[in-house]
């Protein structure tokens, strides 16, 4: 090839997780860990901020069922090179609030706002009686 060489375009690696409803339970923190942990991975995501993706799974799952709906909880994921936002779905909204605060230790503050970029609670589109909880994060 004579000349400068170009440059061929490589789009963003994207992984997503649309819908995963999980039993309350032993098996809930290893699968939700190992779901983000492939998400993530498949996003090309450094290691550190994977590690710190495992802390917001593991609030969650400590807290979760306390506040879960019928014992299930039910998580999305989408993440690219960049950014990932997990959402929580089927909460009632004292439920959620009530699971955020549950996030917090005493020398550490909430868990989830020291970790994630941007931590909200907002209506579900499907059911505006529901809310769901926004969990963003960026990779660097």
Known sequence: MNGPTTREYE???TSAVNRLRLASGPALGPVLCRVVSMVL???DWPVDRLEEAMLVCDALCAHGPRHANNGHLTFSMHADESEAEMRVYEFEREDAEA???DTSLPVVGNVLEQV?????VVSDEDDP???QI??????S
Request: charged share 30%; net charge positive; no cysteine.
């Open 129 to 131: 009686e529901r809310v």
């Open 11 to 13: 789009p963003k690696a």
């Open 134 to 139: 926004v969990i963003a994060l960026s990779a």
């Open 41 to 43: 991975t498949r996003a």
């Open 116 to 120: 994630a970029d941007r931590v909200s």
């Open 99 to 101: 699971l955020l605060r």
